[in-house]
Structure formats: structure tokens, C-alpha cells
């Protein structure tokens, strides 16, 4: 259901979507932009959180960087036993994204798992447990954007960020590779990682757990961009509930030597808010996936035909997600 909203927190929202402000006072940084009190911006953002359009505020963490192995998931299974193989492998912390879509593998989940726990016996237990008719595994071959961006005032997805048709956003090569953290840094990832309260100084408490100030807290989560650890801190939003309805995955067919410059294409249109390469199956032959959001699902067809006439891939489909399981943040250094 679309939430209608007012002006200003739309603006509220590009705002605290893009970057939100690392300081000790944060919400009166972006009430000033606003031209609005710290208090009127801080009961705006409470509101939007009981309006489920903000889902959560806390650090975007680079899974690969962290050590971790990441893949997703296809599953197939009887439309009667959906729902109840959703929820239990929803109970797994590291699956983030969970969705119904239509096509012959009608279950697609993110799953990211600690090194020393195995990713693709992870998924056949799951998939045993579950009573699956079909699992694939999808694991990232080669990645060409993430960065999921709405602009609220416009309607339109704004992904720009992150875009990097090598795979890392300043031209490294690292984009996959565990970076080691210390036992003080992980304890940073575990604090950041977390919904952040809404108050006046939401940063003072995770400081204090940790016994360092808030500038030593922000100093280290810059510390964690430089390094490709953290993305950004941000909030998520309920893209349904924002207003952009339809959540199209794109799946393309695209040869080989062309796999880069077709890739590349795709990741540079703002409403695509990830692309990537997948490896293929004789059943599967789909190696490019780009997501796309919009205000409607004819919209997403829309932005698919022009993607389709710009790189000339005319092999593809757009399967939309009609239920969503789960979407949360994956949480890390957590027990099972």
C-alpha cells in the first residue's frame, strides 16, 4: 500500500537515504537543511518508521569485505508449501531478502554466511529441510553496481551511487575479498550494524558500549568506507509503502564476450539498483540480473525495453515479486 506523503518528508528521506549524517547531533544537521527544529525532525522520522516506510537506519556493510561468502538463492516449490519453506529459511541470520516471484523458481533469497560455515551446505540443508523441488545456486561472477537510491520528490529510482563498471568504486580489484578485522572492529560492525534510536544523540549509546567517544565511533566508521568495509550509513526504506510499487528482476541472456559492456550499460540507468553476473544452468541460461524499481509495473517494462534496445539483448524477462518474506539488513558476528 503507497503511503502518501508531504513534501518535506520526502525530502527528509532522499536525505537520510543518500548519507545519513555521522555526527553527534545528526538530526539537527538535517533539520537545518530542512530548515525545521531537531525535534520536528526526529518525531518526522518516528513517524515514518510506524508508517513502515522507513524500515531501518544503521551501516551498510560490504558482505565479501567483512569475509563473509554470499550467494543468491533459487529455489522451486509447490505453491502450497511456499509460505512455510519462506519462514523457515527466513530463521537464518544471514538472509536478508526473501521474495515470491513468478517463473518456474518461484522462491529467490539472499544468503550470506561467516567463513568458516559452508555456503553451499548451508543451502542444501535448507533445501532438504524444506522438502525444495529445485535449489541454484547464483553467487556474484562479476559485480557492476549496487547502490539503491529513491528520489521521493521526482518518483523515480536515483541509483547513481556505487556505480563501477570494474567492480570497486575507486578502480580496486578487491571487490570480493575478506579484508581481516581486529576484535575491537568487529564489536564497531556489531554496534553499527544495528537500528539506530531515535533521539537526539542516537550514537552517544553505541560509544559508550564501546568505551570510546562518538568521534572516535564516526572516525572509525570512515575508517570502514575508506577501506570498502561500509558502504554508507543510511536508512532503508519500505519501497512499497514509498511509493514505488513494482520490484522487477531483470534477467538477461547475454553472450560472453559481450558480458562487460553490456554489464556496464545496465549499471549506468538510475533505475537500476543492482547488476550482476551469475553463472548459467542448462535450465537457466540468464547470466546478467538487474534490478529494477518503479512506480509501476508497466514503468519497469518500460525501463526494461529501453535497456533492451540500448546493449541489444532481446533474450530477457522481468520477474516480479509478489510476496516479500523477509528484507532486513544482514546481521554480522551474530550467533545462529
Known amino acids: 500500500m503507497t503511503t502518501p506523503l508531504q513534501t518535506l518528508d520526502q525530502r527528509l528521506l532522499n536525505i537520510i537515504q543518500s548519507s545519513f549524517p555521522l555526527a553527534e547531533r545528526p538530526f539537527q544537521a538535517i ?21 513502515n516506510v522507513v524500515r531501518q537506519i544503521s551501516a551498510i556493510f ?12 533459487a529455489m522451486r516449490f509447490p505453491p502450497e508449501a511456499l509460505t512455510k519453506a519462506a519462514r523457515h529459511i527466513n530463521q537464518h541470520p544471514g538472509v536478508s531478502h526473501n521474495y515470491a516471484r513468478n ?25 532438504e529441510e524444506t522438502g525444495a523441488q529445485a535449489v541454484r545456486l547464483l553467487p556474484t561472477l562479476r559485480f557492476f553496481k549496487i547502490g539503491v537510491n529513491f528520489d521521493m520528490v521526482s518518483g523515480e529510482s536515483a541509483a547513481y551511487d556505487y556505480y563501477s563498471p570494474d567492480g570497486f568504486k575507486d578502480g580496486q580489484n578487491g571487490w570480493n575479498k575478506g579484508e581481516p578485522l581486529t576484535p575491537s572492529e568487529v564489536r564497531v560492525v556489531q554496534e553499527l550494524q544495528e537500528d539506530l534510536p531515535l533521539e537526539a544523540r542516537p550514537f552517544l549509546g553505541m560509544a559508550q558500549r564501546l568505551g570510546v567517544t562518538e568521534g572516535d565511533l564516526f572516525a572509525c566508521a ?17 519501497h512499497r509503502r514509498a511509493g514505488f510499487r513494482a520490484n522487477g ?8 564476450e559481450r558480458s562487460e559492456e553490456v554489464g556496464g550499460i545496465m549499471a549506468a540507468h538510475p533505475a537500476v539498483t543492482h547488476c550482476y553476473e551469475r553463472p548459467t544452468f542448462p535450465d537457466w541460461p540468464y547470466t546478467h540480473f538487474s534490478m529494477i524499481h518503479a512506480t509501476t509495473r508497466k514503468r519497469c517494462e518500460e525501463i526494461a525495453q529501453e535497456i533492451s534496445l540500448h546493449t541489444g539483448v532481446a533474450d530477457y524477462q522481468v520477474l516480479y515479486s509478489y510476496r516479500e518474506y523477509k528484507k532486513t539488513r544482514v546481521r554480522y558476528f551474530v550467533e545462529e
Open 103 to 127: 517463473g518456474f523458481f518461484n522462491l529467490w533469497f539472499t544468503l550470506a554466511v561467516p567463513p568458516q560455515e559452508s555456503l553451499e551446505g548451508t543451502i542444501l540443508r535448507l533445501g
Open 62 to 73: 560490504d558482505t565479501r569485505r567483512l569475509g563473509y561468502k554470499t550467494t543468491l538463492v
Open 249 to 256: 528482476m531483470a534477467v538477461w541472456k547475454v553472450p560472453p
Open 31 to 51: 533539520g537545518h537543511e530542512l530548515g525545521i527544529s531537531e525535534e520536528e525532525a526526529i518525531g518526522r522520522v518516528v513517524a515514518l518508521k510506524r508508517l
Open 222 to 238: 570512515r575508517a570502514f568506507q575508506e577501506r570498502g568495509l561500509m558502504r554508507r550509513y543510511s536508512a532503508v526504506l519500505h
